[in-house]
């Protein structure tokens, strides 16, 4: 059977549009990637354009030579491991008593939940409780803030409830209660829901910069965003300069271009790394969202 | 009667108590930092002195509100509050929707699932990065934009300092950002329609355009009229990080956002009445807008999303 003309068109501007929309959100990383690793003198006579121009490392030595990457690096990585740990704990722990029928507060604490997505005290009244409750410059306040994200609790909710009833009732027969029931019996069934969740909370975790903004004034505490944001936004001379070591000033300019975009490449290289294999979650996630009635 | 009401209360206590267990450390949590601040809106109709507590302040009605509506700044903010969030539902509304009738046509295994993986990675990007993506790429020393522009011999601009370009690199940004991630959950519409009516359709001879037209848009309208719906919702609620980052002083005219104000006015300024007026002047709109696109869906389709 042969293509009609018409269709055949059809064909054609689905392949085009489809090109389009990678090539034009490819190729801003690209960019970046090749600036990363071009040498200073090719930047400067704006050579580079697609690929890498004389290819070199000496952008990434001299970020990485910065101790402020690093510390803010690690603090990254323990506002995320251990923030998204407690998440997926105390998400279980909300979701597991409001998703059993029988449990006698289950409408009222869930409405408890559900109308803080509609309702809050707002953002100053919460900054003066931060600060009232000594949270201010603590580590523990890029986690307890957000335990959990309501939405998420919903999700995980409606994936206990899909499951049988009568496996927790053969469960409790056996003389199993409730924490059992949730750790041994609930918890391994609803594992890929619990995964995608794992995903959201992780990546909210890492690009977590407001609450940064807001309650951490200590340079030792802050996080990648934060640092990220002097080097990109603010572009503060001062750590240019320390960065840019003994540069001659000419140099200066384009070696802190190179800075900047080495620092986006350091600090996104773990999602870029990880993300096409949990890729497959994520969208699992979205019309988990979406069809939870 | 009390008393059996009351042991009943003990029995269910009992026998839930391993329920009750679990969700007093999430109880804590929400009662300390969701409805532990709400007592706080009150500063909003005080003279707030801090240190003296939520009842130290002297009474002030709606001083704090009237002095706002009655600022040279309340319909700017307003204005610009509600464009840059309606701007990109206007101009990016339709786009994830054209990319997911397109994509789903892709016969190619291997490039469909290269084409989806690489459009949501924008998503998953910090708002920092985007943010200094685009400040570093407009740049009028060494951004790869002006020098495009230079080369062609034009003039080069400085985007970042011109109250005239902000509203066109938030909206097509934003656009960039979220219409991969947006797709998914029309691809997923589209893939879950019944293979039949196209079935139908192919004895009948329409070709691609007019199946696209008469069996794909309308089998995929519920989704879209509840996705629209819901976006209108959020029309007054633009978020404070994009702004934040990539405005400046010599945009506030077409940047500054109620809730950048209130960031600016309540911690930077330590005006803690206004500011907190102001934002819960911000939240009651966005709770009136949210709460009618919610009516109007479940008018329009016969169920609600919460």
């Known amino acids: 059977m042969r293509k009609s003309m018409t269709d055949r068109t059809y064909y054609g501007l689905v392949y085009l549009i489809t090109i389009l929309a990678v090539v034009v959100t490819l190729y801003p990383f690209i960019y970046v990637i090749s600036i990363s690793l071009s040498s200073v003198s090719s930047i400067d006579k704006q050579l580079v354009t697609l690929f890498p121009v004389e290819f070199t490392l000496e952008g990434y030595k001299m970020v990485l030579q910065y101790p402020e990457i690093w510390t803010s690096y690690y603090n990254t990585i323990w506002y995320t491991v251990v923030g998204t740990t407690l998440n997926i704990f105390a998400t279980c722990l909300a979701a597991f008593p409001l998703s059993r029928a029988r449990f006698f507060l289950r409408r009222k604490l869930n409405f408890f939940i559900a109308f803080t997505m509609y309702f809050s005290g707002g953002l100053i009244p919460l900054y003066m409780l931060i600060t009232t409750l000594g949270l201010y410059n603590s580590r523990w306040v890029m986690v307890l803030p957000v335990l959990v994200i309501t939405f998420n609790v919903m999700i995980c909710r409606s994936a206990f409830e899909s499951i049988p009833n009568e496996i927790f009732e053969s469960a409790s027969l056996d003389g199993a209660h409730d924490i059992t029931m949730l750790f041994r019996i609930a918890v391994p069934i609803v594992k890929p829901t619990l995964a995608v969740l794992t995903l959201y909370y992780a990546v909210f975790h890492w690009n977590n910069f407001f609450s940064a903004l807001l309650y951490l004034g200590k340079q030792d505490l802050q996080p990648l965003q934060i640092f990220l944001r002097r080097v990109l936004i603010m572009a503060s001379p001062e750590i240019m300069q320390k960065m840019g070591g003994g540069t001659a000033t000419s140099a200066l300019a384009i070696s802190t271009l190179q800075v900047r975009y080495v620092s986006i490449v350091v600090s996104i290289l773990p999602i870029i790394m990880f993300y096409p294999f949990i890729q497959r979650y994520f969208v699992k996630g979205i019309t988990l969202g979406a069809v939870k009635g | ?306």
């Open chain 2, 1 to 306: 009667m009390v008393k059996s009401k009351f042991s009943n209360l003990l029995m269910l206590i009992k026998r839930d108590k391993y329920l009750l267990l679990m969700f007093l450390p999430i109880f804590l949590y929400y009662f300390v930092f969701m409805y532990l601040p709400m007592p706080g809106i009150l500063i909003a109709f005080q003279d707030f002195i801090p240190g003296k507590g939520l009842f130290g302040g002297e009474w002030v009605g709606l001083k704090w509100f009237v002095q706002f509506a009655e600022s040279r700044y309340f319909w700017r903010l307003l204005r610009n509050t509600f464009l840059l969030a309606f701007y990109p539902l206007l101009f990016g509304f339709s786009i994830p929707i054209l990319f997911a009738i397109c994509v789903v046509e892709i016969k190619n295994r291997t490039f469909k699932r290269f084409a989806q993986t690489i459009t949501y990675l924008p998503h998953f990007i910090s708002t920092v990065v985007i943010a200094g993506m685009i400040i570093n790429f407009l740049s009028p020393t060494d951004g790869i934009v002006n020098t495009l522009i230079a080369k062609l011999g034009m003039e080069k601009i400085n985007f970042m300092m011109e109250p005239g370009w902000f509203r066109t690199i938030f909206t097509s940004s934003d656009i960039w950002q979220s219409f991969g991630f947006s797709s998914i959950i029309y691809i997923a519409a589209i893939m879950s329609i019944d293979p039949e009516i196209y079935d139908s359709g192919k004895i009948d001879g329409v070709n691609k355009f007019q199946e696209l037209w008469h069996l794909t848009l309308p089998s995929i309208k519920p989704t879209i009229v509840i996705l629209l719906l819901l976006s209108l919702g959020g029309v007054m609620n633009v978020g404070f990080e994009k702004v934040y980052l990539l405005y400046n002083g010599a945009t506030y005219e077409t940047a500054d956002v109620l809730s950048t104000y209130v960031y600016r006015m309540g911690i930077e300024g330590q005006n803690f009445g206004i500011a907190t007026a102001i934002g819960l002047f911000n939240s009651l709109i966005t709770f009136l807008l949210v709460f009618s696109a919610n009516w109007l869906t479940r008018r329009a389709t016969n169920m609600s999303l919460w």
